[in-house]
């Protein structure tokens, strides 16, 4: 497992690529647009499942919705995409540690959004044009549901729902990034998911598509300026959420290590040096002709293993 600093010092990397990608604004659209696609993969796959559950009157819709949900985060993962929410903490990470300037950083989230909401537009065409959602269905009218559910929340419930989400949603990306085995990433992925469908949290890209599939089928609720007023108050929640109190905090922390760890042969070995060299001094006053005296390297101090473990770590590419 990376440490934090080494965690933070992948992501800051990561932040820096993604601000040159954004010097290639063709890559750039394409890649967020595919991020906001395969988000729309999980809110189509969620209304599937939970509208048949829904309708029997079953409990566990949330729970079943929260369970397939988790593979729309695998796919941005694995596959390789650039999604906003994740992009808040790590361009947060970067800005902090120095990589990128926060203008730049500002610019490159604000694009990102933009591709994304292309990207789930497009994507909610092509499924509106399926009719696998068409209003009647057992998933048409699960969507109507939760479009009408979200249009009564207030603003501010909804900024707070996006702070929640994207808390577990970075979480999931941050220990992703310091875990080896991409078994263990995924199990993250859909766990820290599961969380936030099952309790109701709100996420930006997802809404996204939400909201598009709700104006191309008519539904209540699904209007322009709901569709703004959800975006923009579950967007600034998801930057506190993921950009603050994952980004920052865990950036601030790994600044705090790197400059108060002691370096491995600096301050425990010269303090280890001066009491052995004293050591010596004394034995060579008080020993007798047929006692050997201590030679140098008897003197050099063991390095603990644990600094040669964090040294030693080798680094990992941060999604």
Not at 56 to 65: C, Y
Not at 84 to 98: D, V
Not at 202 to 231: C, K, Q, W, Y
Not at 250 to 279: E, F
Request: aromatic content about 6%; overall charge neutral.
């Amino acid at each position: 497992m990376l440490s934090i600093p080494e965690a933070v010092d992948t992501h800051a990397d990561a932040a820096a690529h993604k601000v040159d990608l954004l010097r290639n604004p063709a890559l750039f659209l394409v890649r967020t647009m595919l991020a906001g696609a395969f988000i729309g993969i999980g809110v189509l796959v969620m209304v599937e499942v939970g509208g048949p559950l829904a309708a029997a009157g079953s409990p566990f819709t949330p729970l079943a919705q929260g369970l397939v949900f988790g593979i729309a985060l695998t796919i941005v993962v694995v596959a390789g995409a650039e999604l906003a929410t994740s992009a808040m903490m790590i361009l947060t990470q970067g800005a902090i540690r120095g990589a990128i300037g926060w203008a730049r950083a500002a610019v490159t989230l604000l694009a990102c959004m933009a591709g994304n909401l292309l990207g789930a537009v497009v994507f909610a065409a092509l499924v509106h044009a399926s009719g696998v959602v068409a209003p009647g269905t057992p998933a048409g009218t699960q969507l109507a549901a939760m479009i009408e559910h979200k249009a009564h929340a207030t603003t501010g419930q909804l900024f707070v729902r996006g702070i929640l989400c994207n808390l577990l949603v970075c979480l999931a990306i941050w220990c992703g990034a310091r875990l080896r085995s991409e078994s263990a990433r995924i199990i993250l992925v859909f766990s820290c998911v599961l969380v936030f469908i099952a309790s109701g949290f709100e996420h930006s890209i997802a809404n996204m598509t939400t909201f598009s599939l709700g104006l191309m089928d008519g539904l209540p609720g699904a209007t322009i300026g709901e569709f703004a007023r959800n975006v923009a108050a579950v967007g600034l929640g998801n930057i506190v959420g993921g950009g603050l109190l994952v980004g920052a905090a865990y950036a601030y922390r790994g600044r705090v290590t790197n400059d108060d760890a002691p370096a491995p042969g600096t301050q425990a070995d010269d303090a280890q040096i001066a009491a052995l060299q004293a050591a010596a001094r004394r034995a060579t006053a008080s020993r007798t002709p047929d006692v050997p005296a201590l030679a140098p390297a008897d003197l050099a101090p063991q390095t603990p293993s644990s600094w040669a473990t964090t040294s030693a770590a080798p680094a990992t590419t941060a999604h």
